[in-house]
């Protein structure tokens, strides 16, 4: 459980940044509801928890092959 001495809230500048990809895909992601956000007084702001549990989810194990 998180408490509000360790939350730490991202931008979207932030994610396009972490991600490595432009602002718009950053919205896109949004608009799907892909990725989960709050949204306070107008701003998005993004979980550093949330955002880690994102990329373990989107995480693709490799295939091996046996020669």
């Known amino acids: 459980e998180q408490t509000t001495d360790s939350l730490k809230l991202l931008s979207t500048s932030d994610l396009s940044k972490i991600f490595n990809i432009s602002q718009a895909s950053v919205y896109r992601l949004i608009d799907s509801r892909r990725i989960p ?4 007084g107008g701003s998005l702001r993004f979980s550093e928890q949330d955002i880690i549990k994102y990329l373990e989810d989107c995480r693709v194990e490799p295939i091996f092959r046996r020669r």
């Open 37 to 40: 956000f709050y949204k306070i």
